[in-house]
T-cell receptor, first 113, second 111 residues
């Protein structure tokens, strides 16, 4: 148990659906991250929030929309996804945006049909 | 773009053997992190290294921050079946606050 939880753990959605992924951290951290992990590729950073402010958008398509209402919660809103968006989506947190140790949640396995 | 070369890609070893894997880059890093990922789970932080030459242990795991600041290695001694998983190196370059990941080393242990 790393102190970072993600729900749901598995999600199957059609290309016209709208869904949201949720991440919550219980570590008292101030920075939160979304990563995408596809087969045979290194982890790809998607978004960074530091003290609730978005500080990084790594050229992510607009069909992915993040939301960070407070330092403990992070959402990833999904709409009109493509099959190639199927992947493991990982949330991580760190003490702040300059801190080096990131702690990951268990991930949401997303399948787009 | 920025890249970490992690090797080997996979290893299949006998229980009890020692294991070594490494990461190299053409760029200088100021921090190295080693993670392990089990199937269906997120990466778990194993060891963090902050200074060139630093050697740090965590149980049977030992990792070192290369003196050139362009590489790091992870050793696992006396492997056991629960060591199975994918091991990732990750690092921060001097000029960036983005954590860059290697492509992982898949470890399989034969009982």
């Amino acid at each position: 148990e790393t102190g970072v939880t993600q729900t749901p753990r598995h999600l199957v959605m059609g290309m016209t659906n709208k869904k949201s992924l949720k991440c919550e951290q219980h570590l008292g951290h101030n920075a939160m991250y979304w990563y995408k992990q596809s087969a045979k590729k290194p982890l790809e950073l998607m978004f960074v929030y530091n003290f609730k402010e978005q500080t990084e958008n790594n050229s992510v398509p607009s069909r992915f929309s993040p939301e960070c209402p407070n330092s403990s919660h992070l959402f990833l809103h999904l709409h009109t996804l493509q099959p190639e968006d199927s992947a493991l989506y990982l949330c991580a947190s760190s003490l702040d945006g300059l801190a080096y140790e990131q702690y990951f949640g268990p991930g949401t396995r997303l399948t787009v049909t | 773009g920025q890249q970490l070369n992690q090797s080997p890609q996979s290893m299949f070893i006998q229980e009890g053997e020692d294991v070594s894997m490494n990461c190299t880059s053409s760029s200088i890093f100021n921090t190295w992190l080693w993670y392990k990922q089990d199937p269906g789970e997120g990466p778990v932080l194993l060891i963090a290294l902050y200074k060139a030459g630093e050697l740090t242990s965590n149980g049977r795991l030992t990792a070192q921050f290369g003196i050139t600041r362009k590489d790091s290695f992870l050793n696992i001694s006396a492997s056991i079946p629960s060591d199975v998983g994918i091991y990732f190196c990750a690092g921060y370059m001097d000029s960036s606050y983005k954590l860059i990941f290697g492509s992982g080393t898949r470890l399989l242990v034969r009982p």
